[in-house]
C-alpha cells in the first residue's frame, strides 16, 4: 500500500504560477512511475504529467512548454511546477503512483482566476 499525500494548491491569477508537491510512503518509491492528474467538475481524470523510474517525463499537450515535473527518489516526493497558468487549468489534481495497479492521493484544488 502507497500513501501519497498533495500540498501546494491554491487560488492563483491568470498568468501565475504553483508549486504541487506529493510525498509518498513507499519504501521502493523509485521503481514507481509517478505523475499528477486533474479533473475539472464534469469532466474525466485526464494526465497531466508523470515520469518514469528511468526520469522519462510525458506531458499532456495543454500543458507543454508551462509545467514542469519532477522526482526526488531520496525524499520521496513528485513536483509539479505550473507556470503561466490559465482558467483553463483549474481542477483538483491528484497524485498518482504505479508500478501495477495505481494509487491516488486524495487531491488538491487549483483555481485560476481573477
Known amino acids: 500500500q502507497v500513501q501519497l499525500v498533495e500540498s501546494g494548491g491554491g487560488l492563483v491569477q491568470p498568468g501565475g504560477s504553483l508549486r504541487l508537491s506529493c510525498a509518498a510512503s513507499a519504501a521502493d518509491f523509485s521503481i514507481y512511475r509517478v505523475g499528477w492528474y486533474r479533473q475539472a467538475p464534469g469532466m474525466q481524470r485526464d494526465l497531466v504529467a508523470d515520469?518514469?523510474?528511468?526520469?522519462?517525463?510525458r506531458y499532456a499537450d495543454s500543458v507543454k512548454g508551462r509545467f514542469t515535473i519532477s522526482r526526488d527518489n531520496a525524499r520521496k516526493t513528485v513536483t509539479l511546477q505550473m507556470n503561466s497558468l490559465e482558467p483553463e487549468d483549474t481542477a483538483v489534481y491528484y497524485c498518482?503512483?504505479?508500478?501495477?495497479?495505481?494509487?491516488w492521493g486524495r487531491g488538491t484544488q487549483v483555481t485560476v482566476s481573477s
Open positions: 515520469v518514469t523510474r528511468d526520469g522519462v517525463t
Open positions: 498518482n503512483a504505479r508500478v501495477g495497479a495505481p494509487f
